[in-house]
């Protein structure tokens, strides 16, 4: 079974509270776009190992425990006791870019082995598995546009649709660690309903009052990130951000043009992607 697992970007992001797990409250909107990696599951009765993975350059991982498809699969195994398989995984989404790309292969290698395997679990089961292996999984179980509260397991979906738009994605090639973005913010509560705000307000209003938290302390330890959302803007993006705790920055244009215009400043960075209308459609 070949799989095809996207990413997705946050529509403002705010860290409301610390928690007394550890974790802390946010507030955001999770658009899913198509940057996508690919999974594919073999089924192997001959394999000694009941769960092997591959990584897309046909070799195996130094530290196969760590990777989400395999703690997915081991997740589920415990309780239901899985025939043996081999993953292979195909990556294309960047690691630390704030893009959920890990999330996504874990929660696409959930629903994978669902179906591939007749198990019949719910949408709300793969939640409840999903949130185990990470605070941004269940979206992707549902990934439809959506409001996240809580630390990320709060999935309430929304009408919002950009397929009207292009969205330009870049990755600096900066690995921004989760766990470190979280320590330089100071949490607050936010004044207005944020959902309904998004929804009701055009695209090119929203910097008025959109926005991520981590950007302020990110921008200062690599500026070059702060540049990269300015170019967005002055390419003619209605909106720009970066995503998540990033390093990945987006913009939303009305053309094709502008938000080519807008990647082909910055040709010299490794990961890159336009993302249309038609290519949005496939998940509203």
Partial sequence: MLIYCNSKINLGLYVTGKRSDGF?????????VSWNDAIEIE???QQIQKIQLIEYNGHATNNPTQNLCVKAYCLLDAQLDLPPVKIHLYKSIPTGAGLGGGSSNASFTLK????????NLSQQQLCEYAAQLGSDCPFFIHNKPAYITGRGENIQPIE???SNYYIAIMHPGIHVATATAFTHVQPKQIDFDLPLRVVTSPVNEWKRFLVNDFEKSVFEKHPEIETLKESMYNHGAHYASMSGSGSAVYGIFESHEKAQNAINSFSNYKSKLIFSGE??????
């Fill in 160 to 162: 919002l649709d950009l």
């Fill in 112 to 119: 994978a082995l669902n179906t591939q395997f007749n198990l």
């Fill in 24 to 32: 802390h409250n946010l507030e955001s909107i999770f658009y899913p």
């Fill in 279 to 284: 290519h949005l459609r496939m998940f509203l």
């Fill in 43 to 45: 089924v192997d009765p």
